[in-house]
T-cell receptor, first 110, second 120 residues
Framework: GQNIDQPTEMTATEGAIVQINCTYQ??????LFWYQQHAGEAPTFLSY????GLEEKGRFSSFLSRSKGYSYLLLKELQMKDSASYLC???????????FGAGTQVVVTP | GAVVSQHPSRVICKSGTSVKIECRSL??????MFWYRQFPKQSLMLMAT?????????EQGVEKDKFLINHASLTLSTLTVTSAHPEDSSFYIC????????????????FGPGTRLTVL
């Protein structure tokens, strides 16, 4: 079966750094994505990793270790607008067919 | 601007009625679209893959006779929830793969804005 695990909720202070971990066990692997989702809205693309290592995009970075089935999303210089759910998703076979984790609700406090 | 639209954005219906949700690709053709369902505070669960001109492929546990999918053209897929019940109340989202060469190559999907279904 497919299994993608991430913490349910994390709280951090404005300006701080938060790291959201994701572990996965899937029958196939064609890439790992991170999405941001505000309540009642569609997910917004943040990052994509298919090779091991770190990808940096502004305040957001994502890391992948395929041998460990592990990824993390790093959010730096947290802003209040970063309060949202962050979804880890793996493409397991055909392009576009995602398996999503349950999402991590990040709460940013003043 | 939005490249995948959904209609309606919100719908409230009585138990036992059927509801149709449309997913349209704007200015591009989508031979494949995906339908997801999301319950409150849960993740997106893939329901089915919609294929233009052929039958949809349903994920395990999804009743194909209850969730009818029709992909009649290269820009439109519809999801009909038949004989809806309160447990079908959820957020339904569609997505379509991006065209090769458009925008960020690592962002592979256009997601629709979602449809909030409430069954009374």
């Amino acid at each position: 079966g497919q299994n993608i695990d991430q913490p349910t909720e994390m709280t951090a202070t404005e300006g701080a750094i938060v790291q959201i971990n994701c572990t996965y066990q899937t029958s196939g692997f064609n890439g790992l994505f991170w999405y941001q989702q505000h309540a009642g809205e569609a997910p917004t693309f943040l990052s994509y990793n298919v090779l091991d290592g770190l990808e940096e995009k502004g305040r957001f970075s994502s890391f992948l270790s395929r041998s460990k089935g592990y990824s993390y999303l790093l959010l730096k210089e947290l802003q209040m607008k970063d309060s949202a759910s962050y979804l880890c998703a793996v493409i397991t076979d055909s392009w576009g067919k995602f398996q999503f984790g349950a999402g991590t609700q990040v709460v940013v406090t003043p | 601007g939005a490249v995948v639209s959904q209609h309606p954005s919100r719908v409230i219906c009585k138990s036992g009625t059927s509801v149709k949700i449309e997913c349209r690709s704007l200015d591009f053709q989508a031979t494949t679209m995906f339908w997801y369902r999301q319950f409150p505070k849960q993740s997106l669960m893939l329901m089915a893959t919609s294929n233009e001109g052929s039958k949809a492929t349903y994920e395990q546990g999804v009743e194909k006779d209850k969730f009818l999918i029709n992909h009649a053209s290269l820009t439109l897929s519809t999801l009909t929830v038949t004989s809806a019940h309160p447990e079908d109340s959820s957020f339904y989202i569609c997505s379509a793969p991006k065209e090769v060469g458009s925008g960020d190559p690592t962002d592979t999907q256009y997601f629709g804005p979602g449809t909030r279904l409430t069954v009374l």
